[in-house]
């Protein structure tokens, strides 16, 4: 099976030197299905270098154009701020080894921006995107009902094969925001079958979310129904429905599941609750030790360890179990500042284009990707409660896409024959400061939007 999976990579990494677009997408299944932890055979040749070095040769060999709206300027300044916590950071090497792993994704976000220039290109970069993720929930699934789980927390948990979908929780959270993008494929405007596909990936996350026994998986679910009502106030008319369905779901939803869910009302008795807030103290200590760069990128577990874990007796080697306290910990004043920025910046621009892909009478499936791409945010960040999803690639894939949106023609099109006072004011409004917070008065510097090669 291995010598199928490098045979087809191969062969996407070659039509990826004639046409660059094919490379990111292959690049995309490499990131995402991680063959070298499928197979450890695979694991030395670190396919997903080999794949991004074919692309960048494609990128250059096809004269392609970088490109740098706001929200890649905020991201690339987080990159930076993770750099800067190197000189200082707790232990310098896991630092120096988090950025160069993380450069993947820098790498990654700079190709999708640059190469995502049309309509056509957005759709399949989503669709692809969602079979991928069916691929790992459903793989997953069918593992658990074949007796292939993992026994924890007293309960039977359905586990990812590979680190994208790994333990049940990041498994859960890799589906609950990727349902955001199936909805966006079940657009009136795309073809019936991508419509199904669609449908079928919100019902599959949902049964294989439960099958995990996350309690913020299921707490995400929730907080995704509410969004979506919330993005539709007319929607709000079925919420008296949901509430006399939920004990229905609640029936059929296995015990062992049900007393997991449970104990959210006895916290205090939680042991692994209980440590997790240990653990947040410690991320306080990490800050005060350094509040201007942190203790370093991806040194948050290293660090409680064998320092910061608070009381006395038994140091645990525990992550922040926290987004908010990992970024308070490991990169410190600069990391909540950047950080920050990027995700206010891309919210705002979000729905900026919301309101332009309407004006423009774009079609349904551009219209209802801003808002999409913004509740991927906000699940993150409600996740972020009790998950540390600082470096999680989702951020990031979900902000190139609002970048390369951000770009379309369509927004620099006239609505009409006659509209060019609409067309320039469209224009006027993607090159405004208020695309970004002020902050960074570097980052509030605009430069003039291109539009793809002819």
Known sequence: MEFVVVAVLVVLGLLGVARPYIGLLALLIVMELQPGELYPSLAPFH?????????LLAFFLHGEKWRFPVPIKWFLAFYVAMILSIPLA????????S???????VVYVMLATALLTTESRIRWFVLTFVLLVDWLGGSALYNYHHGIWQYRMHIERAIGITSSAGDPNTMATTLITTMPLA????ASSNARWMRWIGLGS???GMVTVVDTGSRSGALGVVFLILLLMIRKPKSLILLPLVVVLSPVVWIVIPQQYKARYETLGHLSQDDSYQNRIRSWEGGIAMFESNPITGIGAGDYTAANGTEYWPGTGRKIWLNAHSLYFKVLGELGLLGIFTFGGYVICVIRLNGKLRKMLIEQNASQFLQILPSMLSIIFLQLLFAGYGSHDLYRSTWFIAGAMTASLSLL?????????DGDEQSAAVGQAINSEEWCPALLPVLRKQIPIQ????
């Open 90 to 97: 707790f232990w310098k090497t896991g630092a120096v080894l």
């Open 202 to 204: 919100i019902v599959m």
């Open 409 to 417: 023609p369509v927004l620099r099109q006239p609505a009409t024959v």
């Open 183 to 186: 909805i966006a494929l079940m």
């Open 99 to 105: 950025c160069l792993s993380f450069l993947e994704i």
């Open 47 to 55: 396919l997903e270098r080999i794949v991004a070095g074919l692309v």
């Open 451 to 454: 539009g793809p090669p002819a």
